[in-house]
């Protein structure tokens, strides 16, 4: 591990979110051991590795859908957290602090719905979870619930059809819609979501998480299924994500053609276990990562191999 | 039976029938509904004077019914399939013709309107003072109650899609809560149906916060036995319920203080009409017909507020919800409280209608009925509901005009007894024909462009 830490990129990165000797055990399997990794604000960050590594399971850990058997998982807010902060914060009883230029979210602390309405972390699913029997726009619309919810007066005046939640519904909309215009989903708004093709569900689910309003948005294998043209408009939205909202993006994939042409730092693991972490091109020639994850030829893993006993 | 001979590369025309095939199948069938009828229609039994068991045999009856399903068999295979052509292609013409209506529903919902508010003067009517009590009471008001229920129940079955077999407990605390607070403290009429709203919403918050973490199969388990423990309390809490023999004299609702009798202080004395007791059906009707409009209303009204959405969106995919920060149990929460709500408010009418009220009227099998209701309608669809309503209770109601039948089936015939029997058939009728319900269309709440209709296939139907 240390040989790992050692090849942290840049770290005068500002972290977003710093998972800490994360551990998940089902039982007596070890699903995810020790996991150690950051991401970086306004970047996007790949999470690799083979069938079964513990991708899913970190991504379940980090949006709150498992509870880490032990681990620390700290989202920032705002400019960077003193460490003090941080220890200070895992001290007390509390899941999240307020700093004066921010705030501390320990995830592994807190229930998935608030993971995603006060840390502000968005997710995808591997296989897509939207609300196939609403409309396109009403995906969308559901998306911005909490901060409707509460300009409708928690529906008292919604009910009466008060004048300031007409308005705010009216943003809900054009913020949809402005969603719909970016992914090209405009004329299907008032189609059922179940009815559209795979690759605009993806896309539409992507937009859905968007709309929630984001700091770390994690796509949980975003092009799987796609063909090549639709990977390649993917990596156009997801690239607009990150440098025109400014949302960091966490993302799990097996295309290669996706992860090294967009992200900016890529995460591999291993049964559970971090085996490399850096930059796609000191990924691509990590022989640890050729040896264990893309696979070899012969005389190749010979080398691998010796190259690791050195 | 042989294994069927593989099919022989007969040359016939596809409107010919295979007539042997037709007559081996139905005879298959024949011999079937022989074997199933035997043991239990070939003999009735009975005691005779010593006390012994006596079979008497009823060959008839097993031969009418093994002929009947061998003909219906061979008859539906022969013209069967012609029939069901002929049924789907006038369904689809009927469905052309009617669709240019789809521009006029606003003038239909004020035509249905106007029929509700005219109804009890029709029935006078026509039926005349004494006549149209029955056409009020038993058919106006009765389905009314249930279609009040129906969309109750709807908020939590059919958008929420948490299945719940225990409403009517929330419609029993309405009525106790009315019975007891105006026997005891003599609060009015118009005093306790708020109170039963809320002591029924209190109720249904109270029921979900242990509930609610369950889904599907369990939660409907935990509701059904909540109503079961509704009604045993209800029984057994003697000194406040008075137990089985139910709570008596129960004030009436007043016309704003005026009540419905002959008196001098009496509502006909007061605007000078002659007493009738037609007065009070006619202000228990448009009581009923208000409280299940605002129903429908505030059905309506939260459906496209951002809590009706997030309920639709919690049937449809809880984990998503979780996912975008809807937070699943408050939004559960109050959707059962609001259906209890209704349900309570609907039982402080019952309880006040009747002026008595025992256990048995909030027995199991009015959750079911209720419940049925909403599945036969199409779950989430207002329009479904009301419709299933009306077949349903109207239906049974009319089972009772049906005493002519007598003198077909003999004296002993008595139409309400097949009460469940029907219930049942009209169940697997609906189940093969529509499963999704009447109307199992969904209406988006919000749209950019233009209304489509979702088809019932896209809509899930919720697992708690």
Same mark, same amino acid.
């Given at each position: ?5 050692? *090849? ?34 306004? *970047? ?8 079964? /590594?513990?991708? #899913? ?32 914060? #895992? ?8 700093? /004066? ?22 997710? #995808?699913? *591997? ?43 009216? *943003? ?13 989903? #405009? ?116 080398? /691998? ?6 | ?31 079937? &509904?022989?074997?199933? @009828? ?26 009418? +019914? ?25 369904? @689809? ?11 006029? +529903? ?70 106790? @809560? ?44 935990? &509701? ?16 406040? &319920? ?88 408050? &939004?559960?929460?109050?959707?059962? @409280? ?69 003198? +077909? ?56």
């Amino acid at each position: 591990m240390a040989q790992a830490d050692a *090849q942290m990129p840049d770290t005068a990165l500002e972290p977003i979110l710093r998972v800490e000797h994360l551990t998940m055990r089902f039982g007596g399997l070890v699903a995810v051991n020790e996991l150690s990794f950051e991401v970086a604000r306004g *970047q996007i960050t790949a999470l690799i590795g083979p069938n079964g /590594a513990g991708k #899913t399971t970190v991504f379940n850990c980090i949006t709150g859908f498992y509870k880490p058997t032990s681990g620390r998982i700290a989202m920032f807010a705002g400019t960077p957290q003193t460490d003090a902060a941080i220890d200070a914060l #895992t001290n007390s009883p509390n899941t999240h602090a307020h700093t /004066a230029n921010g705030g501390v979210y320990l995830l592994e602390r807190m229930a998935d719905s608030e993971i995603s309405s006060k840390a502000k972390v968005a997710r #995808t699913f *591997q296989n897509i979870r939207l609300f196939t029997g609403m409309t396109v726009l009403e995906n969308l619309i559901v998306a911005q619930h909490n901060w409707l919810n509460l300009a409708s007066g928690y529906s008292v005046l919604g009910l009466v059809g008060a004048p300031s939640f007409r308005k705010a519904e009216r *943003q809900a909309i054009d913020l949809a819609v402005a969603w719909l215009d970016r992914i090209g989903l #405009t004329d299907r708004a008032d189609d059922p979501a179940g009815a559209l093709p795979y690759g605009d569900q993806r896309r539409l689910e992507i937009a859905r998480a968007m709309c929630t309003g984001p700091e770390l948005l994690c796509l949980d294998e975003p092009a799987a299924g796609l063909n090549p043209r639709e990977s390649s408009e993917l990596n156009k939205l997801l690239m607009s994500i990150r440098d025109g909202n400014g949302t960091s993006l966490l993302l799990i994939e097996h295309d290669m053609s996706v992860v090294m042409e967009i992200s900016d730092h890529i995460v591999v693991l291993e049964y559970g276990t971090k085996i490399s972490d850096g930059t796609p091109d000191f990924i691509k020639n990590d022989p640890k990562v050729i040896a264990a994850y893309l696979g070899v030829e012969d005389e190749e893993f010979d080398d /691998a191999e010796a190259e690791l006993e050195k | 039976m042989q294994t069927p001979a593989p099919p022989e590369p007969i040359e016939i025309s596809e409107t010919t029938t295979d007539w042997l095939g037709a007559l081996r199948d139905a005879g298959f069938l024949a011999l079937f &509904t022989l074997g199933l @009828s035997f043991p239990i229609l070939a003999f009735r039994t009975r005691q005779d004077l010593t006390q012994g068991l006596v079979l008497d045999p009823r060959w008839e009856l097993v031969a009418t +019914v093994v002929s009947i399903a061998f003909f219906a068999r061979l008859g539906w295979l022969i013209f069967g399939g012609q029939l069901s052509q002929a049924t789907s292609s006038a369904f @689809s013409a009927a469905a052309k013709t009617l669709s240019p209506l789809k521009a006029h +529903v606003t003038t239909f919902r004020y035509i249905g309107l106007t029929w509700l508010i005219a109804y009890p003067f029709l029935a006078v009517l026509i039926a005349g003072p004494g006549g149209a009590l029955k056409w009020i009471d038993n058919f106006g008001i009765q389905i009314l109650i249930y279609i009040m229920l129906g969309w109750g129940l709807n908020i939590v079955v059919g958008l929420a899609g948490l299945l719940d077999l225990g409403y009517v407990a929330f419609y029993a605390v309405g009525a106790y @809560s009315t019975a007891l607070l105006s026997t005891h403290l003599g609060f009015s009429f118009w005093m306790c149906l708020p109170l039963a709203g809320i002591f029924a919403a209190f109720w249904g918050i109270l029921l979900g916060f242990p509930v609610l973490r369950l889904r599907g199969d369990y939660l409907a388990i935990v &509701t059904l036995a909540f109503g079961e423990i509704i009604r045993l309390v209800l029984i057994n809490w003697v000194e406040l &319920t008075n137990g089985a023999a139910g709570i008596s004299g129960i004030p009436r609702p007043t016309f704003f203080g005026l009540p419905f009798n002959a008196s001098d202080e009496g509502f006909a004395a007061f605007f000078g009409l002659e007493f009738t007791p037609l007065h009070r059906l006619f202000f228990l009707f448009y009581l009923i017909l208000a409280l299940a409009l605002l129903t429908n209303w505030v059905t309506i009204r939260l459906r496209r507020l951002p809590i009706g959405r997030a309920w639709e969106a919690l049937r449809e995919d809880e984990i998503a919800c979780r996912s975008l920060g809807i937070d699943t149990v408050k &939004t559960k929460l109050t959707a059962f @409280s609001i259906g209890a709500m209704f349900g309570g408010f609907a039982g402080a009418f019952f309880a006040a209608r009747l002026g008595f009220i025992s256990p048995k009227s909030f027995e199991f099998m009015e959750s079911a009925v209720i419940l049925s209701i909403v599945v036969l309608g199409g779950m989430g669809s207002q329009v479904g509901v009301a419709i299933a309503a009306v077949a349903m209770i109207g239906g049974t109601e009319l089972l009772r005009e049906l005493g002519f039948l007598k003198q +077909v089936f003999g004296d002993s015939f008595d139409p309400t007894q097949y009460r469940m029997l029907l219930f049942g058939m009209a169940m697997v009728a609906m189940m093969v024909l529509r499963p999704r319900g009447l109307i199992s269309n969904r209406e988006p709440t919000v749209i950019l462009h233009e209304k489509r209709a979702i088809g019932g296939d896209m809509v899930k139907e919720g697992h708690g």
